[in-house]
């Protein structure tokens, strides 16, 4: 398929950059993929499009601050985007992004201040950089005190304080922190709307998708099918797989929040039409014509244009109910992206 067939236009002035005042306060457009019947509403209705012993899955991945800037000891200014540690000729090093990566050297130390630095282990064959720090504590310290949360690169300023907790769901759980980027679809929810769905019976069931820089590439191929999806790390513990196969046994409803949780899902093994638990990369690429094997309904935010993930929604929904709810939501001034309004998809 071409990839001009899941373009829309969409005015600067509708990309958001702060999130909503509460979390619960975005609109929601719903669309009945079977109907193609599209109802507006605020986010806080969700609870209606829930039933007792339905299965909402969210991603409890954590955002880290993954953006650093350091300087040559000449002065020069150089990005650091941390992508993920990895191990180079037995060395512990990160691998990662910098800007402007063609002045930079191997061998070469950048300096946060007096007492921080690290070392430019290697330059990597796919553009990206190996750098390494004195040890995991050193790593961990510089991380924390000059790094910064990885808006991406469409919010047009400065990331603040307040992105630290805003940029984050209110269920990421500390101990994997390691995304460079949130599973947006899950910020719209309060502690008082998953109380409320908890209320109602609905199980509240966590699995990690680690969402890497692979999430902001551009897809450059006319051809979608040519866009090569980089790897993410995913883990469904069995509890979670239990718990949704039991759901599904009993006519209840599997209910993703956002296109991670669809990804790792469907990158899961699957043994006689059940869910197995899985812990490993999520490497599948979903567009047109894929046959989802678990999930009734999704929730998630609205996707840029010609982006691997406005290909997946399609896939999900069908491109024409995607685009014909995309355009209305443009006409009717919702806001767009990691910090805008919401859609479910039924």
Sequence with gaps: MKLSLFDYDLPEEQIAYYPARRRDESRLLVLDRST??????????????????????????KVFK??????????????????????????????????PSRRIKEGESLVFDEKSRVEIYRKLPDGKTAIRFKNKVEAARIISKFGHIPLPIYIHRPDEKSDETRYQTIYANARKAKAVAAPTAGLHFSKRILDKIAKKGVKIVPLTLHVGYGTFRTVHSEEIEEHVIEPEYAEISKSAAAAINKARENGAKVFAVGTTVVRAMESAPYKDGKLMAFNGPADIYIKPGHQFRMIDHLITNFHLPKSSLIILVSAFAGRENILRAYNIAVEDKYRFYSYGDCMLIL
């Design 66 to 99: 993954a953006r650093l800037y350091a300087r040559r000891p000449s002065g020069g200014k150089v990005e650091i985007f941390l992508l993920e540690e990895t191990k180079i000729d037995g060395i512990n090093c990160w691998q990662v992004l910098t800007h």
């Design 36 to 61: 193609g019947d599209i109802t507006k509403a605020k986010f806080s209705s969700i609870t209606d499009y829930l039933n007792k012993g339905d299965i909402l899955v969210v991603n409890n991945t």
